[in-house]
C-alpha cells in the first residue's frame, strides 16, 4: 500500500479528503476497529462520497475516520478481495470502475431473486407486514419530497428488505444479502433518476401484496427492477463514462 500522492485516477485529479467531505466523528470503538473502518469505507463507496476510480490515500482516510493507517490499510485490502477497490502496483489504491458486463450480471440476477421474494411475500403477507410497507413508502415519498438521494438509497434498501423479510424463505434472504451493497452502488446515481416512478411502482406493488396476489406482485417486481437496470445503462450511455454516474 502507498501514499503516493503524484498518481491520479483515471477520472481525473484526485480529491481532497479533507476539502471535500464534512468532518466525521472518530469510529465508535465497541466493534472492533477493522470492522468498523471496513464499513464505513465501504459505505462511503456505496453513497458516492467515494467515486469510481478514485484514488485512496491511507493517510487521509485515517485522518478522516479517526483512526490509525493500519485499519484503513487492512479494509482497502479486504475491499480490494471483494472487488470493491483496485490496488495498483507503485501506484496504491483506486475505488473500482465498475464495467457495463458487471452491473448488467448483478441487476439481471437481482430481477430474479426480488421477483420470487415478492411473490412469496404476497403469499405470505400479514396485516401488520402489510403496514410496515406502507410506513417505508410513506418514508421514501418523504425523501422524494426532499431530493436526497442517500436518503432515497436507504429508503429504497429498507423496503426492499423488508419484502425479503416477509418472503420468509431464509436461503433466498441469504442470496439476495450477497448482492445488496452492490446494489446500492449502482442504485445510487440514478435514485433521483428513478424518482416518483420507482415510488409509484413500490406504491403499486404494496396494493397487490395487501391484496395477497402472488403471481401479480412477482411480475410487478419484475418490471420494477428491469427498470430500474434500463434507467442504469441508459445514465451510463448519457454520461459517457462509468465515473461520471454520481
Partial sequence: MTDRRGATSPAGARRSLGGARAARQPLERPAPLRQAVYDALAEMIINRELQPGEHLVENELAAHLGVSRQPVREALQRLHNEGWVDLRPALGAFVHVP????????????????????RLAAKNATPEQVERLRELQRAGEQALSEDSQVALVEAN?????????????????????MVDRRTRWYYSPIARTRGREAW????????????????????????HTERTRESYHQRRKESGSPNSLT
Fill in 99 to 118: 464495467t457495463e458486463e458487471e452491473a448488467d450480471q448483478l441487476l439481471s440476477t437481482r430481477t430474479l431473486l426480488e421477483a420470487e421474494s415478492a
Fill in 157 to 177: 434498501a429498507a423496503l426492499h428488505a423488508h419484502l425479503v423479510d416477509m418472503s420468509g424463505n431464509k436461503v433466498l434472504a441469504q442470496l439476495i444479502a
Fill in 200 to 223: 409509484d411502482e413500490h406504491a403499486a406493488l404494496i396494493e397487490t401484496i395487501a391484496e395477497g396476489n402472488s403471481r401479480r406482485a412477482g411480475e410487478l417486481m419484475r418490471k
